[in-house]
């Protein structure tokens, strides 16, 4: 499932406000494995949840997941969403690896840039804290 992000421009950059699966008009069924809640959280660590999301202080994770997860009415523990986060980046690794190893399309290139290997590592990061993600 692709994920689209609805954003906002303010002054040099587009703040993402909301995303939304583009294949479907209903949420997701479990939530706790959904995409969206891996870029919506997010589960990276504090350094990239600056750079690359251009938050301008450390989310507050906690609060995310909770709201995302009340959402859903779904109630799991910090290590359950730790892990369903992590295995959702797994299956989409594996996909693009799959893809990826044809050498045809973005997948290949993001094999050849280390994306699987990064990719891993964050789900291991994610696995390791998974105290920062109470809901």
């Known amino acids: 499932m692709g994920v689209s992000a609805i954003g906002r421009r303010t002054r040099q950059r587009c703040k993402a406000v909301a995303l939304l699966p583009r294949r479907r008009s209903r949420l997701p069924s479990k939530a706790r494995h959904d995409h969206a809640m891996d870029w919506t959280v997010p589960f990276r660590d504090d350094q990239t949840c600056r750079e690359f999301h251009h938050f301008d202080v450390t989310p507050d994770r906690a609060h995310r997941v909770a709201v995302f997860l009340d959402a859903y009415g779904v109630q799991v523990t910090p290590a359950q969403v730790?892990?369903?986060?992590?295995?959702?980046?797994?299956?989409?690794?594996?996909?693009?690896?799959?893809?990826?190893?044809?050498?045809?399309?973005?997948q290949a290139q993001w094999v050849a840039e280390g994306l699987l290997e990064r990719s891993e590592a964050t789900s291991r990061w994610i696995e390791s804290n998974s105290a920062l993600f109470p809901p």
């Open 82 to 106: 730790a892990a369903g986060a992590a295995d959702v980046r797994r299956r989409i690794k594996s996909h693009n690896g799959a893809v990826g190893r044809t050498r045809l399309g973005a």
